[in-house]
């Protein structure tokens, strides 16, 4: 599979979260948009500082706004657990220590032979797992900001409830 890209579906992997339990991808958007985030790891500064300014402020109009968020490392699960409760973020946390997911997306970040990381990408998806916004976040400017990922979530939020707009008396 080629990137991802607006209209393509993602993948219905499975991997295990912080705790070591297995979750299956399409389980997490329980009917809402999800924001799929893949990241370096914990030691790039890039990703504390993506995480901070615009991932962290995110998640409390997430969970009053019906988005779900997802986000994905090669990490082992309890190192991401515990980047996860440093930066006190309540979404899910997936590890790819196997790199299978990594490999089947096409997101390898190839100048990082250490690590062998996950190309920094967003994605906003349908609760299908339908890409509607893509972001490469290689460099720190590809990365959307908050108010981009407010719109993309605006526009899949309206065209997936009936109810978008007020009902009238």
Do not use: N
């Not at 460099?139 to 065209?159: D, I, N, Y």
Request: aromatic share 10%; hydrophobic share 40%; charged share 25%.
């Amino acid at each position: 599979m080629p990137r991802p890209v607006p209209g393509t579906v993602l993948p219905d992997v499975t991997l295990p979260d912080t705790g070591g339990v297995p979750r299956r991808l399409s389980d997490l958007p329980a009917g809402d948009p999800l924001v799929v985030h893949t990241y370096r790891g914990w030691f790039c500064p890039k990703e504390r500082a993506f995480l901070r300014e615009v991932l962290l402020p995110l998640q409390e109009v997430a969970e009053v706004g019906y988005v779900r968020m997802v986000s994905v490392s090669v990490e082992p699960s309890v190192v991401a657990a515990a980047f996860r409760a440093g930066l006190d973020a309540r979404w899910t946390f997936l590890s790819d220590e196997q790199r299978e997911w990594q490999a089947a997306l096409d997101l390898r970040e190839v100048t990082d032979t250490v690590h062998d990381p996950y190309l920094p990408t967003v994605l906003v998806c349908d609760p299908d797992l339908t890409v509607r916004r893509a972001y490469d976040g290689y460099w720190m400017w590809g990365r959307p900001s908050l108010h981009e990922l407010w719109a993309g979530l605006r526009e899949a939020t309206a065209a997936i409830r009936p109810d978008w707009h007020a009902p009238r008396a």
